[in-house]
């Protein structure tokens, strides 16, 4: 799902207090906000915010790429924010059974192992994989699934339709998830094997290449 500052083509800028990472910090802080309304039970209150955070998510990218205002923090924040609202909310689904934990196990063991991977880029000089639109498309559809998972606990119709398109989406996402996975772990071994090039200068050399 996300198209914050980190998604643009505009060299990103040390700035911090900007209007986009501003709304991303506002996101951060509704994250415990949408644990504590799930394992609360209240979870047409979850909805509401969940969707103002994907909302804001959205909104941030916009202002981002019309207004120049993208940043090195920016890169960081959008994608560290969407993670965490995933995480707490799929944890909250679980814990209230609303979903099995084998989801949670299928989405938390990708970052994990793509995390094991960073500090071997590091050393090597790179800053990290840039995101590739499989892995957004995968956030995305995991963003809204989980809001109609928790739609689809309303009684009639409108719950058991929400259920349909919210597992729908949530396999989706977990799908293109790991085919996002499964390029990152590519261009991790073109780097640990020397294919993507070596900068020998000091000085940080680009992302490693995105697969088409």
Not at 12 to 25: A, E, G, H, Q
Not at 101 to 116: F, N, Q, R, S
Not at 154 to 174: D, N, R
Request: aromatic share 12%; net charge neutral; proline share 7%.
């Amino acid at each position: 799902m996300s198209t914050g500052p980190e998604h643009t083509g505009e060299t990103d800028t040390d700035r911090v207090l900007t209007v986009p990472n501003i709304i991303s910090m506002i996101r951060l802080l509704l994250v415990p906000v949408v644990g504590y309304l799930i394992l609360s039970g209240h979870f047409v209150a979850a909805f509401v915010v969940l969707v103002v955070a994907g909302f804001s998510d959205w909104l941030d990218g916009v202002i981002a790429r019309r207004f120049h205002q993208t940043s090195k923090l920016g890169r960081a924040l959008d994608p560290a924010a969407d993670r965490l609202f995933i995480f707490v909310t799929l944890v909250g689904l679980c814990v209230q059974g609303i979903v099995p934990w084998w989801l949670l196990i299928a989405i938390a063991a990708k970052d994990l192992l793509v995390t094991a991977c960073l500090p071997f880029m590091f050393r090597r000089g790179y800053p990290g994989f840039p995101v590739h639109v499989v892995g957004k498309s995968g956030t995305f559809a995991l963003m809204y699934a989980f809001p109609l998972l928790l739609l689809a606990q309303i009684p009639g119709a409108p719950g058991e339709i929400a259920y349909v398109l919210g597992w729908s989406a949530a396999l989706w996402g977990v799908f293109l998830y790991w085919c996002a996975g499964a390029i990152y772990l590519l261009q991790f071994r073109q780097v640990i094997t020397g294919a993507a090039g070596t900068d020998r200068t000091g000085t940080a050399p680009p992302n490693p290449p995105v697969a088409a």
